[in-house]
């Protein structure tokens, strides 16, 4: 596996430990479909939380939610509506979300959480 590869699927394991023991129930991860990828899909109460996981070693060249642009926020919510038109779900509310990791070579992660994006 590539470092870059290994450093994204660490993230995401991070942020569904996170999400978890915030009360949030994962659903699927790393959805694939003609359109993209939708990292972690959760649901919190009645409301379904796509949520996007960018993971940096750094913030050198950016934070993790610079990576998240209009247009990915556009596709995003595309890949929602093709995953609830797959799964059958109806849901009353989705909300979306990105989960910034920075994790430096040496120490502890730093996770932020933004909701709502």
Excluded at 44 to 66: H, M, N, Q
Excluded at 73 to 80: F, K, P, T
Aim: hydrophobic share 40%.
């Amino acid at each position: 596996m590539r470092a870059k590869d290994a450093l994204g699927k660490y993230g995401e394991d991070l942020a569904v430990q996170y999400l978890e023991s915030q009360g949030l129930v994962v659903m699927a991860r790393n959805w694939r479909c003609s359109l993209g990828e939708l990292d972690v899909i959760a649901r919190e109460g009645s409301r379904l939380v796509i949520c996007e996981v960018k993971t940096r070693r750094s913030d050198a060249y950016g934070s993790p939610f610079e990576a998240v642009s209009p247009r990915k926020v556009r596709r995003l919510r595309r890949l929602a509506i093709r995953w609830l038109e797959e799964q059958q779900v109806h849901v009353p509310e989705i909300r979306f979300d990105v989960i910034g990791i920075i994790q430096p070579l040496a120490g502890g992660p730093t996770l932020q959480h933004l909701r709502g994006i």
